[in-house]
């Protein structure tokens, strides 16, 4: 027994002194102070005490603590958050084997060594906001170690790099990033093994060496990416004192490098410190093929820099800014599109080289984008090419003294400024009223969407165009209308989530419904919107569901319930969605001081913000887990529902500001590549404002310009504008409405001009009587249809519809009906997947009112055309037929003199949900409420409940044939009613009869014809193919099948080559690769004056590649005859 006193004695003095806790999360939240998150739980921390974070823990410091040490393994994350302080008390103890440490606030070790160790793990350390200490610290001889310093880190590097070899590099680096700063307050030792790297990179922040600390790398293999290097030309290496010896000798031994220009080093006297800095040179800034900036990016050159590019397509989402040369390169072909900021001079930009091919360069500003010439703009071409800048939906501004040069640019009517979208706008500094009369005189300035018009007023001239009309190129498009919500507690049991019908699959159908590889999806959806994740719901008679909130209050201590999240989200992850937004509304019920219950919710702000910002990152700690790092990653997070209405939000503005600052602090401290954005706007599409309470372009310009309440930075994430877009008793024109929401959009860019312009609530909630109207049939088709195709005029990026009934069960999952939003949304997406996409110009007009819309796409060989076309008019009753007439460049497509047309006709006569109504009124199962003079359309339950439901099923397959009549809906047929002229001009002229409430889906399908796309694509009618258009001696059909450029005399195509190899001739010609009709063939005679040639069989037949739409064939003859005359023989 006296054996074990001492022990017992010395264990009890381990406890009270030094206790060591494990994480294990029971408390479900992520604050390293909550006792309820460590083992052992529930007694207060001491400074002696050490913690261990192992098998992907999270945890965040928020407050300010003094602990032994930490150690961080299995892909843990410690941070400390802003405001923050973590203190370290003892030496040698904390360690770092796999995982990460956030340092935000500050993290002090003192004089106390810490590490990161291990054996192949990966340890990265961002440091924001301070790590600071002079004690030593030791990069593991086995593990790989990435520190960014975006803010300071203060310390030693007492041994960096690791020294064993493994199966793969291992790289230890710290980079010092713009902003950061590297100080050395000790000595710098890095080492490594040959095959292993150990660096400082200088990516645009500083590095300062104190006085008399020196750098060691005796033990360092140099192998180009080791040492101190320099990454960015704005990066500076301060020394303290005179070092420029110590200096000259480390870039002699390889020890410092610069991998952006010649370093320059210099001591200032005064200042007794020695600079070492890459000075600018005048350099090439190159663009690469499939260049992107980022959206939110910022990418600056100097006025030293020539932007150069490769060719093919560079995307500017953020911003390019620059003052240098511009030169696009004069032989290949670019296309530059603008969705965010472009601010720069043209010095070049054009292709002036003639090619096999047309060559295009195009600069298209879409809506949302912005390109301001601060210089010269000059535009250069060739005969047969193509140089234009394209106003597609964006803004064009031209500085004072701007000068537009066209002099070397031959105008085809596709080259110069063009005006591509009625949305778009020029705008020049000063009166340059006489400037654009002239531009527009010769040509350089044109539009393809309504007549110019020109204004000048208060020191600025502007172009507009005169409405929505023309030929809209809108190139290759994703449908962004696959977009929908979810909402809890319904989501936990798979809210809209649901079986296709076969029926509405089947192929044998023109147009089937195309679904996710899954048992169940959200019909045409791809991305979910989950509305109330976090809770504080309440049930139908308003009363509070508190068990379905994510944190509650359990004697005085906020507990979190992960379950709550992971039950909503999983019947869809299940279902294989990936594509996810999670919309934090509805604060919980224990958070206000007072809550609040409104129509949909708890309403009332938090009583405190920083108790918010807890349960935020906690549940992005569970979304981290559940869903791993880079999916989570990925997500969006929206701060609130429509809550510039009291009904869902009850605080002032100030609250709210301060709510979404913290918020988005909150999921951006967890989540840094997460997206965040405010609330859908209720009010947008009626531009009625807001309802009082919150200011959607005050919040805007709060997030651009003011501090942030919870990081005390300038700035918080504002990355869309979204808005609800409902159809209700007095909004009922998508013309209308879509210019309300667009001047909404405008009203947010002032302030954030490369957002995204988003709709995340769209549907109908009631029609033009008030009638609470789902608009099910061919009339809320067309609704829906023309709105679709004003959010792609004005770049809507994601739409996102609320329920609906979309897809309607009336007995069980192979017994549903498609209501009129989905068929649109659906044959939307026909038309979109088709090809290249265009919006058209309906040249009919309408002598009732009626609103026609239309839009095309062209299949990759041009010989399909999938036409859509609506016709709207707001007056219900109105119902004239009248002609369409739709004009389409040639240039676009290639019909046949008659192409064989197709359509489905949906309209009150065919669409199924009318048929059903008519029916419903016959047979006299018609509730009251639709049985009204203006036949409104509704669900099956709106209109007949379960008796009318019923009725469908007995009528399926018999009697009615509901199912037949649905699947008409799907199936194209003859139309002959559809003229299509398209002889002696350049453009098709398609016509037929619709009458208001009818959309159109019209399939136009010719031969392939290779030769007709080729030859409408040079500005001008060049003949048959027998005609020698530009008098070369070469017919139309040889410079096509050889590469030839029908309107040059100087580019008749390439000959064919002849030469002897060894025992072989070899006889090297060019074929085309998209014509199959066409045929190459070699044929031989040994006698001139003869008819008599014989196909020639080569021994081998080899193939090149080469640019463009051909090959070079290479035919290998064996040398037999004495005399022998060879010909290449192409037919078609």
Known sequence: MKIWIPVYLVCLAISAGAAVYTWDGEANTAVFADQMNWVPGGSAFAAADEFQLDGGAYAIIGSNLSVAAFNVDGGSVLQVDRGSTLTINQNNATDLKSGRLNVYGTLDFGGNRWDT?????????????????????????????????????????????ATVAGSSPRVQRMRVLDGGTYRAVGAIVLRSHTNNTAAIELCGGTMVVEAGVSYTYTDLVMNGDDGIIFKSPGSTLVLEGDRQVDVALWIADGALSSEVGAMGVHYDSDADETAVSVPPEVESFHL????????????????????????????????????????????????????????????????????????????????????????????????????????????????????????????????????????????????????????????????????????YSSGLTVVETDGWNGFHYLGSREPFWRVSASVAPNSADGWRLTVIPDYLTDLSLSLPFEKRPYAEEVPGVDEIIFVRVLGGLQDGDGNPMYDEDFVVRTNGTLVCRPDRITARLQPYIDQGYANMMIVLDNVNWCLPTVPDGGSY??????????????????????????????????????????????????GTEAQFFDHYDYTAAAVKSVLPGAQVGAYNELGAAKFSGTFGNVNYDVLAQHCRDEVNAKTGKTGTAFDWASASFYFVQDAQDPDIMAANLNRFYQASEEYHPDLIREVHEYGTTAD????????????????????????????????????????????????????????????????????????????????????????????PDGS?????????????????????????????????????????????STAIYDIVRDDYDEEGFLYAAYDLPHKPVGQLYQMAGVPGKNYIYDNWTSGKSYKTLAEANFNLTAAPEVTVTNAGSDEYTIEFSMEPDTVVILELVGEQDAYAFWAAGWNGDIGSWTNDYDGDGEINFSEYALGGIPVDFECRGIVPEFAYEGSQFQYVHVQRTNDPALSYRLEATGDLTSTNWIQLLPSSIETGSMDGAFVSVTNSIPAGEDEQFIRLRIDR
């Open 117 to 161: 160790s291990g054996v192949g793990g990966q340890v990265i350390v961002n440091v924001e906001g301070e790590l600071t200490g002079s004690g030593n610290f030791y990069g593991g001889q086995q593990v790989n170690t990435e520190i960014n310093v975006t803010g300071l880190f203060r310390h030693k590097l007492s041994g960096f790099g």
């Open 768 to 859: 033009e009587t008030g009638l609470s109207s789902y608009e099910s049939g061919a009339r809320g088709a067309v609704m829906h249809f023309n709105a679709l195709l004003n959010f792609t005029v004005m770049n809507v990026e994601k739409s996102g519809t609320w329920w609906r009934g979309e897809l309607e069960k009336f007995k069980d999952e192979q017994h549903k009906l498609m209501a009129g939003q989905l068929w649109s949304m659906h044959m939307l997406k026909q038309v979109f997947d088709n090809g290249e996409v265009a919006l058209l110009e309906e040249t009919g007009g309408s002598a009732v009112g009626t609103v026609r819309k239309a839009v095309a796409s062209r299949s």
């Open 601 to 650: 919710g708890q309403r009332a702000p938090e009583a405190s913000f920083d108790e918010w910002y807890v349960v935020v990152q906690a549940a992005c700690v569970h979304l981290r887990n559940l869903l791993g790092e880079e999916a989570a990653n990925r997500l969006r997070f929206r701060v609130g529902t429509e809550s510039d209405w009291p009904q869902r939000w009850s």
């Open 288 to 455: 690469p093929d499939g260049f992107t900036v980022e959206r939110g990016a910022v990418l600056m050159t100097e006025s030293t820099d020539t932007v150069t590019m490769d060719g093919g397509l560079v995307t500017i989402d953020g911003r390019l800014i620059g003052s240098g040369n511009f030169d696009s390169g004069t032989q290949q072909g670019l296309r530059l599109e603008v969705n965010g900021l472009l601010e720069h001079q043209l010095t070049g930009f054009g292709a002036t080289a003639g090619s096999l091919e047309p060559v295009r360069q195009v600069l298209r500003i879409n809506g949302g984008g912005t390109y301001v010439a601060t210089g010269g703009i000059t535009l250069r071409g060739h005969t047969l090419n193509e140089t234009a800048i394209h106003l597609g939906g964006g803004l064009m501004q031209i500085k004072s003294g701007v000068a537009y040069d066209y002099s070397a640019l031959p105008l085809d009517g596709n080259d110069g400024i063009i005006f591509k979208s009625s949305l778009s706008r020029l705008e020049l500094e000063g009166d340059r009223s006489s400037d654009v009369a002239t531009w527009i005189a010769d040509g350089a300035l044109s539009s393809e969407c309504g007549m110019l018009q020109v204004s």
């Open 864 to 908: 399909r055309l999938l036409l859509g076309v609506s016709a709207f008019n707001t007056n219900r009753a109105e119902q004239t037929a009248e002609t369409v007439r739709i004009t389409l460049p040639k240039s676009f497509c290639t019909l046949a003199e008659t192409p064989d047309a197709q359509w489905i006709k949906y309209n009150r």
